[in-house]
């Protein structure tokens, strides 16, 4: 039998009196360190709906799900599943107000049932009423707006939106007739319908 070197009966006598490294968890509460990445949460007052933590999350665990006929008027529902996350904070990083997802501090979710630790958020939605293209939320078009201040007022969209929340009642609440004229400009029209009655309007005139 050799005899133990040095170093190791050194270390076996150390952790005879040091204290363990685990902690005594779940007897006792455990207090994460301060940059933990824990499960990541919305703040629904803070999150506007663009998507982009959809966009960027390399496992997939975002859901992003667009319902133009859901009752009440068309929504966006975000959904984080932790099965699938992998608590790397791309859709904290790349949170366009930087509060509206954030990597909190819970690392004990263990479940039976994953919608008893699903997270998330539904947003209104903005659709053109004349080809029925997703805009984009109401509360990102807004946050658009307050990032442009006065110049979000030449931005048709962005004005129709202003009008109505400020319950100013005009021609422009009517439908759109086909096809789409240059006149339907202040009403809710995506990019695409909005080129096209500049185009037909100038075929018009020439």
């Given at each position: 039998m050799?005899?133990?070197?040095l170093?190791?009966?050194?270390e076996?006598?150390?952790?005879?009196?040091?204290k363990?490294?685990?902690t005594?968890?779940p007897y006792?509460?455990?207090?994460?360190?301060?940059?933990?990445?824990g499960?990541?949460e919305?703040n629904?007052?803070?999150?506007v709906g663009?998507?982009a933590?959809f966009q960027v999350?390399?496992?997939?665990?975002?859901?992003?799900?667009d319902?133009i006929?859901?009752?009440?008027?068309?929504?966006?529902?975000?959904i984080h599943?932790?099965?699938?996350c992998?608590?790397c904070?791309e859709?904290?990083?790349?949170c366009i107000?930087?509060?509206?997802?954030?990597l909190?501090?819970?690392?004990?979710?263990?479940?039976?049932d994953?919608?008893?630790?699903q997270n998330?958020?539904?947003?209104k939605?903005?659709?053109?009423?004349?080809?029925?293209?997703i805009?984009?939320?109401e509360k990102?078009?807004?946050?658009a707006?307050?990032?442009?201040?006065n110049l979000g007022?030449?931005?048709?969209?962005?004005?129709?939106?202003l009008m109505e929340?400020?319950?100013?009642?005009?021609?422009?609440?009517e439908?759109i007739a086909?096809?789409i004229?240059?006149?339907?400009?202040?009403?809710i029209v995506?990019?695409?319908?909005?080129?096209?009655a500049?185009i037909?309007?100038?075929k018009?005139e020439?």
């Amino acid at each position: 039998m050799k005899k133990p070197k040095l170093r190791e009966l050194k270390e076996a006598i150390t952790s005879l009196f040091s204290k363990p490294f685990t902690t005594d968890f779940p007897y006792k509460p455990h207090t994460p360190p301060k940059r933990y990445r824990g499960k990541p949460e919305y703040n629904e007052k803070e999150c506007v709906g663009c998507g982009a933590c959809f966009q960027v999350c390399p496992a997939k665990a975002i859901e992003m799900n667009d319902e133009i006929n859901a009752d009440g008027g068309p929504t966006r529902t975000l959904i984080h599943h932790p099965a699938e996350c992998l608590f790397c904070g791309e859709c904290e990083r790349n949170c366009i107000t930087q509060e509206g997802i954030k990597l909190s501090t819970k690392f004990d979710i263990a479940y039976f049932d994953e919608k008893n630790v699903q997270n998330s958020v539904q947003h209104k939605l903005l659709v053109c009423k004349d080809c029925g293209e997703i805009i984009g939320t109401e509360k990102h078009l807004l946050w658009a707006f307050r990032r442009v201040k006065n110049l979000g007022f030449a931005q048709p969209v962005m004005l129709s939106r202003l009008m109505e929340e400020l319950e100013i009642k005009t021609g422009a609440e009517e439908k759109i007739a086909p096809p789409i004229q240059r006149t339907d400009m202040l009403k809710i029209v995506c990019p695409r319908c909005r080129r096209i009655a500049f185009i037909s309007d100038e075929k018009k005139e020439h």
